[in-house]
């Protein structure tokens, strides 16, 4: 169940982050690599998009649906 847990809260942080983040990183990339307009650097915004992001919002959702099912949804608490 924690890992059910885990990998539905990675997805959202990738959908959420995809939506709220992406476009200032992009932006970023862009400005840094100093990618020009059209097919190549659209093609190689994506590649960031889809093998440098979406796998690093993944596994920071994952981490946190992870350490959220260990401390707040388990039913054997450690605390007082």
Do not use: R
Request: aromatic share 18%; charged share 10%; hydrophobic share 50%.
């Amino acid at each position: 169940m924690k890992y059910l847990t885990a990998s539905l809260l990675g997805i959202v942080f990738v959908v959420l982050l995809s939506i709220l983040v992406s476009p200032f990183l992009g932006e970023l990339y862009i400005n840094y690599y100093n990618i020009q307009p059209g097919p190549d650097g659209e093609s190689e915004l994506a590649e960031f998009l889809i093998f440098w992001q979406w796998p690093v919002f993944f596994v920071l959702g994952f981490s946190l649906g992870y350490i959220a099912h260990k401390k707040w949804l388990t039913k054997s608490s450690g605390g007082c």
